[in-house]
């Protein structure tokens, strides 16, 4: 059984950054997607970023290009989400994602099915 933790939400102040965490326990497969996923009070979850384990190419929501960036320690089983100029519509629970053996390109990466296993989230506030 895959078991994924998040770390590293808290509040910021507009403009400001955070960096989150996810780390994997167990087998994902040599392929397999990790990805963000967030959800604010009363709206749909939302697919934040994507990245394959074996591929460079990462994937975005539109209203984060350009601020936040997915990457991966594939040695240590951690995805990471580097989040910058932070707005208050970025403020909401944020989920980690695994979907084990296959890439990101092979699903729907920014929608929450194609994922076998989630973290308890982290949150993340963003005021002035």
């Known amino acids: 059984q895959v078991q994924l933790e998040e770390s590293g939400g808290g509040s910021v102040e507009i403009g400001g950054s955070l960096r989150l965490s996810c780390t994997a326990s167990?087998?994902?497969?040599?392929?397999?997607?990790m990805g963000w996923f967030r959800q604010a009070p009363g709206k749909e979850r939302e697919g934040v970023a994507a990245?394959?384990?074996?591929?460079?190419?990462?994937f975005y929501g539109d209203a984060v290009k350009g601020r936040f960036t997915i990457s991966r320690d594939n040695a240590n089983n951690t995805v990471y989400l580097q989040m910058d100029s932070l707005k208050p519509e970025d403020t909401a629970m944020y989920y980690c994602a695994a979907a084990k053996e296959i890439s990101c390109g092979r699903i729907d990466r920014l929608n929450d099915g194609p994922y076998h296993y989630w973290g308890q989230g982290t949150q993340v506030t963003v005021s002035s």
């Open positions: 167990g087998y994902l497969g040599s392929s397999n997607c």
């Open positions: 990245k394959s384990a074996t591929y460079r190419v990462t």
